[in-house]
Structure formats: C-alpha cells, structure tokens
C-alpha cells in the first residue's frame, strides 16, 4: 500500500519513506488502518488515489498520522513499534 500510494502521489523518488502503514484498534471493525505520514496529505486525496491505483477498500486508511520523519531502525527498516505508537496517538 505504501509503494502505490507513494507512486500515486509522486513520493516515491525520495530515498527515506515519507509514508508507512500501521493500525489501531476501532470500535466497529476492530482494526483500522492508519496512514502515518511525514508529508502533509489529505484523507480524501489518499482515498482517491489508492482507489485509481486499484487498491481493494480494506486497505484504505481510515487516519493520517503527521510526524516529522518515519521512524526507522539502525537497520534502516520502519520501526514497526514506533509507528503502532504513533498511530495510536
């Protein structure tokens, strides 16, 4: 989800990730997918271009997340526990 988002909205060229997918946990379905974002985007805009991209409605997200960066290991792969933390917040 986040290489096609990415691409649909011309963020793929950068060498860190500005974007990254976590969820938290939500009443009515019990999960809910979170777009953690170190760019500024609108829900409404994601939706769109995930859908052009023929990205299934169950991977839409249902949050955006801003931080300043994506959090990442030494390893330089996302800090799974930090995005879970931020996409509870």
């Known amino acids: 989800v986040e290489t096609a988002l990415a691409k649909a909205l011309g963020l793929d060229k950068s060498e860190l990730p500005l974007l990254a997918?976590?969820?938290?946990l939500d009443v009515d379905k019990g999960e809910a997918i979170v777009l953690v974002s170190a760019v500024d985007l609108e829900l409404a805009r994601v939706k769109e271009a995930?859908?052009?991209?023929?990205?299934?409605?169950?991977?839409m997200p249902k949050y955006i997340v801003r931080t300043d960066k994506i959090p990442l290991l030494v390893s330089g792969k996302l800090d799974?526990?930090?995005l879970s933390d931020l996409a509870k917040a």
């Open 50 to 59: 995930l859908r052009q991209s023929g990205i299934s409605n169950l991977w």
């Open 80 to 82: 799974l526990k930090a």
């Open 21 to 24: 997918i976590s969820s938290r």
